[in-house]
T-cell receptor, first 115, second 112 residues
Framework: DSGVTQTPKHLITATGQRVTLRCSPR?????VYWYQQSLDQGLQFLIQ???????AKGNILERFSAQQFPDLHSELNLSSLELGDSALYFC??????????????FGPGTRLTVT | GQQLNQSPQSMFIQEGEDVSMNCTSS?????WLWYKQDPGEGPVLLIA?????ELTSNGRLTAQFGITRKDSFLNISASIPSDVGIYFC????????????FGTGTRLKVLA
């Protein structure tokens, strides 16, 4: 158990809909990262938040947005969903802002299926 | 999106054999990390490397940060069935925009 929690574990929704994925980092970690993993693919970095502020941005679509709240949990919002958005979405956390060390601890993921 | 080149893509080995996989890039990285992912689970950090030439072990696993800072390898000695999974390398780039990039993965299957 990495200490990172994600909810829900599974999510099935229709095209055009909007969903919110939630992540709670390990106790003491200030950074939260979001990744997308499509079937049999590697991990694509979406976005990072550090202590409530956006720290780095990857290949995140404009239809997707995220935020980190004062209690450090984070939410990833996916809107106008398309079939191609079906994937595993992972959240990871780290102690620092990611510029030192780089160790990230991953949650169990949310499997999103868009029908 | 950008990914690191990882090889081999997949491998079948006999239990007890040693395994070697590597990760290469045309760019320099400041940190290399190796993760293992079991089906349906999140990646688990195995080894982190911070300096060029660094060699680090974690039980039967050994990883090295390439001298050129553009590659890394992971060795698993005396493989066992529970080594099955997908192994990902990841690199951290600090030049310019901060980037954290994952490899394409090596899928390992161990035959008992």
């Amino acid at each position: 158990d990495s200490g990172v929690t994600q909810t829900p574990k599974h999510l099935i929704t229709a095209t055009g809909q909007r969903v919110t994925l939630r992540c709670s980092p390990r106790s003491g970690d200030l950074s939260v990262y979001w990744y997308q993993q499509s079937l049999d693919q590697g991990l694509q970095f979406l976005i990072q938040y550090y202590n409530g502020e956006e720290r780095a941005k990857g290949n995140i679509l404009e239809r997707f947005s995220a935020q980190q709240f004062p209690d450090l949990h984070s939410e990833l919002n996916l809107s106008s969903l398309e079939l191609g958005d079906s994937a595993l979405y992972f959240c990871a956390s780290s102690v620092g802002d990611g510029t030192r060390g780089g160790e990230q601890y991953f949650g169990p993921g949310t499997r999103l299926t868009v029908t | 999106g950008q990914q690191l080149n990882q090889s081999p893509q997949s491998m079948f080995i006999q239990e007890g054999e040693d395994v070697s996989m590597n990760c290469t890039s045309s760019s320099i990285f400041n940190t290399w990390l190796w993760y293992k992912q079991d089906p349906g689970e999140g990646p688990v950090l195995l080894i982190a490397l911070y300096k060029a030439g660094e060699l680090t072990s974690n039980g039967r696993l050994t990883a090295q940060f390439g001298i050129t800072r553009k590659d890394s390898f992971l060795n698993i000695s005396a493989s066992i069935p529970s080594d099955v999974g997908i192994y990902f390398c990841a690199g951290l780039q600090l030049s310019g925009t901060y980037k954290y990039i994952f490899g394409t993965g090596t899928r390992l299957k161990v035959l008992a």
